[in-house]
Each structure stands twice: as structure tokens, then as C-alpha cells.
């Protein structure tokens, strides 16, 4: 036992006279270099080495705040910076003196580069993706080309003059100019093209035949955005009867009528509907569609037939025209007594809408479809 202690002894010494010179001899020090652009805007994308003579001694990449930490002997250095600029990249030289143990911060601005964030709005001024994106040199030769850009589309790039092509939904913007200056600059580019949503989205409507009360409207349910699942129970869907009114031509119908409240050049009308057999809810045989603009004179589109979807479905019946309107009518053809009912959508143009008077309330719903 007393033996093997003193062997050990020993070696324990060692062990902490090498710690112990570790210790005090000291660490390398470190370059922290910052990039910067004129003004204060950080450069993102450059490489930076750190060289001793013509000896590379440490090298790195600037992190996304334009900060690189490259560990280094005490001594002096050349610091070679390298923008990554779309074209030929911009190389500078500065020097850094770095000292033992301490962080050595050098912060090197950057003249002739700028960052060029593009984005995009529609006819309406309201912003939409960029599609096709191609960036070009002042001599219009093609320098980047990105493809579904979103909401904005970055270039690190030198001063200049610079071209822009954009292509999206068959909207297309052709060397649209833009000059980029030192530090951030930020260009929205008008785009031809027309955003097309749900203009009935949140809007009031009316259904001829009341809904049953255990399958009820809250209030605005049909275009509130929320779908229910093929349970019929579930909450989210209105369950009227068509067996409220005499069937017109041995058919049972409903008449729906959606106020999209301004005047709308409108595309699509979508009904979502459940169809469940079980329980006896098919979706509707036919839709004829009929548009207004005062809830008065109408304008009564051609009656289109639907087949039925597979069983156990959350199905959505699409009717295509062209049209302005202020309300869309549905003339619902059904197949089984219950139709349930999950959303009324009518595709138009984010901010194309146009004063119209009207009153969905006094709309006579049967006279729209020369019903007796
Ligand atoms: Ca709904």
C-alpha cells in the first residue's frame, strides 16, 4: 500500500507543475473583426483571413450580424476581407495588431457595398410574392435568378445601377432600374397582377330556409373560414330541410344569397358542403347562380349539375363565371331532405371592390330565380 503511494506522488507533481505552466504562460489573444457597410448595416456574406506575411494564420466567415473571432499569437497581421458581393466579389486589406490573452476588435467598413431588399405590391398596393425574380448588371447582363421569391428577395451587392425582371401569375415587370447606394436600401416593385381571395369571407348572408336548431348558425357561421369535419354533428356545419317549402319540379331546394358589401369582379363561388349518407345528408344534384349589384335587377347564370363525391366527405361544389356583383345568389338543388352546409366563398380581387347600394335584407330571395 505505502509503495504504491510513493509512486504515485510523484506523478501527481508533474500533473500540476504542466497545469500550473499552462496556466501562466497564457492564451493566444483573438481578432473580433467587424464588417460593416457605410451606414452600420452589417455585412453577412464575406470571408475573413487573418495572414502573417503571406502565411495564413486563421480564417472564418462573418456570422449573420457581420461578426468573425479569429484566435491568433500575439503579433501583427494582415487582415484580407472578402465581400461576397453578387459579381465579382470586393477584397480589402487592413492591418490588426493582436495582443496576448485580450480580444483585439477591429471594425472595418465597408465603402461600396450596399444590401437591396426587394418587395413587392400588387394593382392595389397591397403586398404580394415576387414569382420569378432576375437581377441584372447595368449592361442588363443576368446576375442572379431566383424563383418563388415570397415576400422579399436580398442582394448584397456594389453601388451601382442595377435591372429587374419579375415574372408572377403571368404579370410581368421587365429592367425595372434601380440604383443601390452604400448601406440598406429598399425598393417595392408594383407588379400587373391582381391578388385574388375570398371576398365573402366575414360577410352577411341569407338562407331562405332557416337552419334547424340542432344544427344551428350562431351567427355568420357560413363565412366564418371554419369547415366542420365529416361528423354531422359537429358544430361547425348548418343543417337546414328542404321539406320546409313545397319541392319546385319534384325537387327540394334552398336559396342561398352572400353580400360581399362593395361591388366585386368576381370569378369563382364555391358552396362547401358535407355529404354523409348514413345519416341522410347528400351534397347538392345542381347550382344555378345568379348575381346583383343593387339586390334587385339580376343576372341568373346557367344552371350547372354536380356529380356526387364518395361517400363521407367534406365536398366543396365550384361554380366558375365572370361577373361584378355585389350579392351572389345560389339556386340549391338538393338530393336529400338535409343539406348541411359549412361555407359560402366567392373568389374576387383584394381591394377591387367599388361602392354599390343595396340592402341584403330587402332582397325578395324567390323573385331572383322567378320562383312562384
Ligand atoms: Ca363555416
Given at each position: ?84 458581393v453578387i459579381g465579382d ?217 354536380y356529380a356526387q363525391p ?63
Amino acid at each position: 500500500m505505502k509503495a504504491k503511494f510513493r509512486l504515485w506522488l510523484p506523478l501527481l507533481l508533474v500533473v500540476v507543475l504542466i497545469s500550473g505552466c499552462t496556466l501562466f504562460s497564457g492564451e493566444p489573444g483573438k481578432a473580433k473583426v467587424s464588417l460593416k457597410m457605410v451606414d452600420g448595416t452589417p455585412i453577412t456574406e464575406a470571408e475573413v483571413r487573418l495572414l502573417s506575411g503571406t502565411k495564413e494564420v486563421a480564417k472564418g466567415s462573418v456570422n449573420t450580424e457581420g461578426i468573425v473571432e479569429l484566435p491568433a499569437k500575439a503579433g501583427s497581421y494582415k487582415l484580407e476581407v472578402t465581400v461576397q458581393v453578387i459579381g465579382d466579389p470586393i477584397q480589402i486589406e487592413e492591418s490588426i495588431a493582436i495582443e496576448r490573452d485580450k480580444t483585439t476588435t477591429k471594425s472595418v467598413t465597408v465603402e461600396n457595398v450596399g444590401v437591396l431588399t426587394l418587395t413587392f405590391k400588387d394593382k392595389h398596393n397591397y403586398e404580394t410574392d415576387g414569382g420569378n425574380v432576375t437581377l441584372k448588371d447595368s449592361n442588363k447582363k443576368v446576375l442572379s435568378e431566383k424563383s418563388g421569391v415570397k415576400q422579399e428577395a436580398v442582394y448584397v451587392l456594389k453601388t451601382g445601377a442595377y435591372y429587374i425582371d419579375v415574372q408572377k401569375d403571368g404579370g410581368v415587370v421587365e429592367n425595372y432600374e434601380v440604383t443601390v447606394n452604400a448601406g440598406a436600401n429598399a425598393v417595392t416593385i408594383p407588379l400587373p397582377v391582381a391578388t385574388i381571395v375570398n371576398v365573402a369571407s366575414g360577410q352577411p348572408y341569407r338562407l331562405y330556409k332557416p337552419f334547424e336548431p340542432q344544427y344551428a348558425d350562431s351567427g355568420g357561421e357560413l363565412t366564418d373560414g371554419q369547415v366542420g369535419t365529416t361528423a354531422y354533428n359537429h358544430e361547425a356545419w348548418v343543417g337546414t330541410l328542404g321539406s320546409r317549402e313545397q319541392p319546385i319540379e319534384g325537387k327540394l331546394w334552398q336559396i342561398l344569397v352572400v353580400d360581399l358589401g362593395e361591388k366585386n369582379e368576381i370569378s369563382e363561388a364555391r358552396l362547401i358542403c358535407l355529404r354523409n349518407v348514413g345519416p341522410g345528408i347528400q351534397t347538392p344534384q345542381a347550382l344555378t347562380v345568379a348575381v346583383s349589384n343593387d339586390g334587385v335587377e339580376w343576372e341568373v347564370f346557367d344552371r350547372q349539375e354536380y356529380a356526387q363525391p364518395d361517400d363521407l366527405t367534406v365536398h366543396t361544389l365550384r361554380y366558375t363565371l365572370e361577373a361584378e356583383a355585389r350579392f351572389v345568389a345560389f339556386y340549391i338543388e338538393q338530393v336529400t331532405n338535409w343539406l348541411f352546409l359549412g361555407e359560402v366563398e366567392v373568389d374576387g380581387i383584394l381591394g377591387g371592390g367599388q361602392p354599390a347600394e343595396g340592402d341584403l335584407d330587402e332582397i325578395d330571395l324567390l323573385a331572383i330565380f322567378n320562383l312562384p
